[in-house]
């Protein structure tokens, strides 16, 4: 029975991630088509005139859409490694197969002790629920190297830094990685020099490979408020009443421009340097790093900032799903409630793009009220997953590991065996752990 139920926990998963997988192709293929723009342009048009671009030997010098690492340039290369298809339905092919492995890494992880498989469902069911837009743009692959960086943290730290390193090159956001990480230890020290060695090894080899591998950096800088960003809804609602500004394709999205959007990119802005701020005291505060600390604190940050961000693309919700997935493998994590609204607004993501997205540009009562469902829907995760990180770190609320955890988790990051366990009263004498997810 035991072997039966074990195939079933596989084979069950799997089955469902073929058959939702099989839908979104056919939806990206334009087999089925859903309503709204074709979300497969920017592979068609917009990927493919970079790999032309990047076969030259430079990086696409001018042209303002490209805001992306160096690393991101071997993304869009990738589907060359597979030249008897054309450029679409390779990169298709390939981002099938990312999302394979990383499924898994998920099933794979979700079978050793202290872990649990929902992990897997929260893929599957998160990338379903995002539609097209999932498979039309390289975020996928990105996530695939965030979640394997997470799961390497300790058991192979060198290759969780270089993992993270290179994940940060491809779309920065993985550095956010970090948060949770220990600084003190021979494994955190293995973990941080390879992390920095790593980005500044590609980083030099992409400067002295191509002119304007560092181009996207005052490409970003630029860029003002998104239409689907927190900070749009203040226009959406200023639209009913008058406001003059417009929609305009502006650095390869369409934002708000007119009177009053610098001051709310501003907000935004301080909104982001606050985030940063609590951040920073939560790792002032930490007592305690647990077994989950380092997958919590870094699926806490990417809400963060993925939600004060000036722009919120429907692709950023991948990188919610995917380490939202991450934190329900492990079974020390508190952070369900939060991945569950992640998963509610990734479903919305889809009512609002691509279905929805001409009544959002044109602030329609509809638009607007996805919007501010799904926006309201982030705010809220981030609230709890910020208070459930700080007490699960600070030992006072439900979310604290217990000493056991903890003993553990520091023995496996050092490479000893467990020691025994003294219970002590206070959470100041409890032991530091470095605090990952235990290798897949």
């Not at 390879?194 to 500044?200: F, H, N």
């Not at 077994?291 to 950023?316: G, N």
């Amino acid at each position: 029975m035991t072997s039966i139920s074990r195939a079933r926990g596989v084979w069950l998963p799997v089955a469902v991630w073929a058959v939702t997988r099989t839908v979104v192709l056919l939806c990206v293929l334009r087999v089925l088509v859903l309503p709204g723009p074709d979300v497969a342009t920017d592979v068609s048009v917009i990927y493919r005139g970079w790999f032309t671009v990047l076969q030259t030997g430079t990086f696409p010098l001018n042209d303002v859409t490209w805001q992306y690492p160096p690393a991101a340039a071997l993304a869009i290369l990738s589907p060359g490694l597979l030249p008897f298809l054309d450029y679409t339905t390779a990169f298709f092919t390939l981002i099938l197969a990312v999302d394979a492995a990383t499924l898994a890494l998920l099933l794979r992880a979700g079978r050793r002790d202290g872990h649990r498989p929902a992990g897997a469902w929260v893929w599957i069911a998160g990338v379903a629920l995002l539609g097209p837009t999932a498979y039309a743009r390289y975020d996928l692959m990105v996530t695939a190297v965030a979640v394997a960086a997470l799961f390497a943290a300790v058991r192979r730290p060198r290759a969780a830094g270089a993992l993270v390193a290179f994940g940060a090159l491809l779309k920065v956001w993985p550095a956010l990685l970090l948060t949770g990480a220990a600084l003190r230890g021979r494994r955190a020290r293995a973990l941080w020099w390879s992390a920095a060695g790593t980005a500044a090894a590609l980083t030099l080899f992409f400067v002295a490979a191509a002119p304007g591998a560092l181009s996207f950096l005052t490409f970003q800088r630029d860029r003002g408020t998104e239409v689907e960003s927190l900070g749009a809804l203040v226009f959406h609602v200023a639209r009913q009443f008058g406001w003059e500004g417009q929609v305009l394709l502006n650095y390869g999205s369409l934002e708000f421009l007119g009177p009053g959007v610098p001051f709310v990119s501003t907000v935004a802005l301080t909104l982001s340097l606050a985030a940063a701020g609590w951040l920073v005291l939560w790792r002032v505060r930490v007592r305690e790093l647990g077994a989950a600390t380092l997958c919590e604190a870094a699926f806490t940050a990417t809400l963060l900032f993925t939600t004060t961000s000036r722009v919120i693309s429907p692709q950023y919700m991948l990188w919610l799903v995917a380490l939202g997935a991450v934190c329900v493998t492990v079974r020390a994590a508190r952070q369900t409630l939060p991945v569950v609204l992640v998963l509610l607004a990734t479903g919305v993501t889809l009512l609002e793009f691509p279905v929805g997205f001409g009544q959002v540009v044109a602030s329609d009562p509809w638009g607007v009220t996805l919007l501010l469902v799904r926006n309201g829907l982030l705010v809220a995760a981030s609230l709890l997953a910020c208070r459930r990180l700080w007490r699960a770190t600070r030992g006072d609320g439900p979310g604290r590991p217990g000493t056991a955890d903890v003993v553990r988790a520091r023995s496996a990051a050092d490479g000893e065996a467990p020691a025994p366990v003294e219970l002590s009263g206070t959470a100041a004498a409890q032991p530091r752990a470095d605090g990952a997810p235990a290798a897949p």
